[in-house]
């Protein structure tokens, strides 16, 4: 698939991001240009594949953000890119209910520079990853890849012949940056005190290695427009999660001070994977399943949304950020946040 072709990753720093580059460097590509606008963490994926890279791949790092459209045009017509892989995302959801406008900066306006460049460019594949928090949003975060998501499905159906857009949905990705194992330990290794916010709360949990196995095998038979489910299986308990980690630090639970804290801004008790209007159909793989029946929007009608919600974004004015989100996704209900009394 990959073989003497050129593949730009968004977000390349990232867990998922990383993971894919790690992947990919070994297929023989032509050039890998990898993106992300954390310098730290891209600096230390450089340092880790520079070891790992074959003579026959060319490979750039690209320090910068989706949002820049200059530089996502320069990208994109100095290499002929045939795979983009947009990982690039502000995650966060409690971060993202005190700063909806950054969310909807990159998750939203970033994805559209990005998906239109790929449309210029005539890139050949585009695979967007995006969150099971997207199925009936609670908070900005999952509102705004779901605008992204809407955005990826009328450009798909506008450009059909041309570029082939893919959508994957996932759950939580273990051991990701700030993801609450990683949280669990280091708590626990400072002072032996460990936040939950709720005893009953559960989450979908997915390995890394497991999300890229399954979105390089989602483009050996996607055609454009999918939105695709991973099989996440069961949902996990946080509090087992809690005292799983408690126990492989070998610590004891009784003399660990648990506290209750309540959930942040924008969370959910439980996440869910289809909407209520939406049916899984299954694929050619038995761990990846269609997502049917979501609700679209024409390209007249979400090409028309972000020219306002770009405008609304230049006043820098949250609450009319976040209604207008609401106007245009009717999913949206807020949950544990200011942004309730808009609803």
């Known amino acids: 698939m990959f073989n003497n072709k050129c593949v730009l990753i968004t977000g390349a720093a990232g867990s998922i991001g990383s993971a894919l580059a790690d992947f990919i460097i070994q297929k023989k590509t032509s050039k890998l240009i990898l993106l992300d606008n954390a310098e730290t963490p891209l600096f230390k994926l450089e340092q880790v594949l520079r070891l790992k890279l074959p003579i026959v791949t060319q490979i750039e790092f690209v320090l910068g953000s989706i949002t820049n459209k200059s530089l996502i045009e320069k990208l994109f017509a100095n290499s002929k890119i045939d795979f983009v ?3 690039a995302a502000y995650k966060h959801v409690p971060v993202l209910e005190k700063s909806p406008i950054p969310g909807v900066e990159v998750n939203c306006i970033g994805t559209k520079i990005l998906a239109d460049g790929a449309i210029k460019y005539n890139v050949k594949n585009f695979l967007f990853v995006s969150t099971d928090k997207a199925v009936e949003p609670a908070n900005v975060m999952g509102a705004t890849k779901l605008l992204a998501e809407k955005y990826i499905g009328a450009l798909s159906k506008q450009y059909m012949q041309s570029t082939r857009f893919v959508t994957l949905r996932f759950g939580n990705v273990i051991g990701s940056n700030g993801s609450v194992i990683p949280l669990f330990k280091e708590q626990l290794l400072f002072n032996k005190k ?4 709720d005893v009953a709360a559960t989450r979908y ?4 290695s497991k999300v890229v196995s399954l979105a390089i095998e989602s483009l050996k038979f996607a055609i454009s427009g999918s939105v695709f489910l991973i099989e996440m299986g069961a949902p996990k308990s946080i509090l087992s999660i809690a005292k799983q980690t ?3 630090l070998n610590l004891n639970e009784e003399q660990v001070d648990i506290e209750i804290i309540g ?4 969370e959910k008790l439980h996440e869910t994977l289809v909407g209520r209007q939406a049916s899984l159909e299954k694929t050619e793989h038995p761990e990846i399943y269609l ?3 979501t609700e679209t929007l024409s390209f007249e009608e979400i090409t028309e949304a972000f020219k306002t919600l770009q405008n609304i974004v230049a006043q820098q004015n949250d609450i009319e950020v976040v209604q207008y ?3 245009i996704l009717k999913t949206f209900k807020s949950r544990n ?3 309730e009394s808009l609803d």
Do not use: Y
């Open 325 to 327: 989100l609401k106007s």
């Open 85 to 87: 892989f947009h990982t």
């Open 337 to 339: 946040s200011e942004f």
């Open 246 to 248: 408690i126990s492989e």
């Open 263 to 266: 959930l942040r801004p924008g």
């Open 291 to 293: 997502i049917k029946g």
């Open 194 to 197: 460990l936040t939950l916010t």
């Open 205 to 208: 949990f997915i390995n890394v």
